[in-house]
């Protein structure tokens, strides 16, 4: 008893969706956004008005009229000392670094615009050199075709 094997159909290739593959309409982008949006302002309003309780209640015997002590973990602004050394808190110091800090994400962030748009150019000769058939890389028209209609070896 012989079996034959079944014939080999070829199988045609599974083309990814638009969202699969990452392709999203302008359309799908900005819906998505507004609902998102949308969303956060709701859930921030529903937050807002069911746990605002209205003014402290935990706060009898404790105001400096009743004869308590003013409790504050985080000093409040002005409560301080201004700073004696380079390296305290507002001194100098911490002033410096934090306007370097700020001038490197400046420069970051430029550095990240300059080269998007850099790149978007280079996009656009690549694609144009590619609808005319020349590469650009030397200024000269495309070598003839020698293989004279035959497939190449691969």
Known sequence: MATS???????????????????????????SALALGLVLVIGVGVV????????????QGQTPEAGGSKPHIIPR???????????????WEQLTLFTMMLGAMLGIGVVIFRGGRKA???RAQWLAAGTSGQD??????PPPDLSGGRPGPD
Not at 5 to 27: E, N, V, Y
Not at 77 to 91: I, K, L, S, V
């Open 48 to 59: 807002a008005l069911t746990t605002d309780s209205g003014p402290r209640q935990d706060t």
């Open 77 to 91: 602004p002005g409560d301080g000392q201004p700073p004696q050394n380079p390296g305290d808190r507002g001194g």
């Open 120 to 122: 978007r150019a280079n």
């Open 5 to 31: 094997a079944p014939p080999h159909t070829p199988q045609t290739p599974r083309t990814r969706s638009a969202a699969a593959s990452g392709d999203f309409s302008r359309k799908t982008l900005v819906l």
């Open 136 to 141: 650009g890389a030397l200024g000269e028209p």
